[in-house]
């Protein structure tokens, strides 16, 4: 599973005129069943999207693919972990850790 922080690097005027570009890019990765989870970080200086199902090279393509990316209007850093306890609703993307 993948942590995506996303950090804006424009104004907010620059980053509402893209909003729903960033809109429709979401949806079609929640299609994919690529995310699971995503919104705003308090104070909205970014945000935060929860990724499954891809290798990091992957996940990290898909960032650059935002309109946001595209139009330089923010930053990703990609966190990967290992979703070994999940709550019930969540229970189909709960993963084994390695072995020691």
């Given amino acids: ?19 729903p570009e960033h809109v429709d890019w979401l949806k079609a990765h929640y ?4 995310f699971l989870a995503s919104g705003r970080k308090v104070p909205r200086d970014g945000g935060v999207i929860l990724a499954v199902g ?3 090279a992957a996940v990290e393509e898909i960032t650059r693919t935002d309109p946001f990316t595209l139009a330089g209007l923010a930053a990703y850093t990609v966190t ?3 979703a070994s306890t999940t709550a019930p609703a969540l229970d ?3 993963e084994q ?3 020691s």
């Fill in 80 to 82: 990967e972990f290992v």
């Fill in 54 to 56: 891809v290798d990091r």
């Fill in 31 to 34: 299609a994919a069943g690529t």
């Fill in 1 to 19: 599973m993948f942590v995506l922080e996303l950090t804006y690097t424009a104004p907010l005027d620059r980053i509402d005129a893209v909003l």
């Fill in 92 to 94: 189909a993307y709960r």
């Fill in 97 to 99: 850790l390695p072995a």
